[in-house]
């Protein structure tokens, strides 16, 4: 079983930067896709990137091109989630979650993270 824990939420200004961190033990091997989803108060959650551990291949949803960067380090089993220019409309809980293959919705990663908040101020 693969277990995942998120850290680096907190809150920040708006144009400021912060880096989400999600640590992955266990089973790494049968996971090897790492997604970040983030879901706001009365909204649904929503995909925010994803990234192949095997081949490095990244995947983001267009609000968030050009700001966020995801990168993996296989030796740590930790991807990290570089957001810049940030926005108050990127207030969510953040979400890493752990799949077998890249895929823009929740159904598609059966593993998950507690979640970390993060929050913009205008």
């Known amino acids: 079983q693969v277990h995942l824990v998120e850290s680096g939420g907190g809150l920040v200004q708006a144009g400021g930067s912060l880096r989400l961190s999600c640590a992955a033990s266990?089973?790494?091997?049968?996971?090897?896709?790492r997604g970040w989803f983030r879901q706001a108060p009365g909204k649904e959650r929503e995909f925010v990137s994803a990234?192949?551990?095997?081949?490095?291949?990244?995947s983001y949803a267009d609000s968030v091109k050009g700001r966020f960067t995801l990168s993996s380090d296989n030796a740590k089993n930790t991807v990290y989630l570089q957001m810049n220019s940030l926005k108050p409309e990127d207030t969510a809980v953040y979400y890493c979650?752990?799949?077998?293959?890249?895929?823009?919705?929740?159904?598609?990663?059966?593993?998950w993270g507690q979640g970390t908040q993060v929050t913009v101020s205008s």
């Open positions: 266990g089973l790494t091997f049968l996971r090897r896709v």
């Open positions: 979650a752990a799949g077998t293959l890249v895929d823009t919705t929740p159904g598609g990663y059966d593993i």
């Open positions: 990234i192949s551990t095997s081949d490095g291949t990244t």
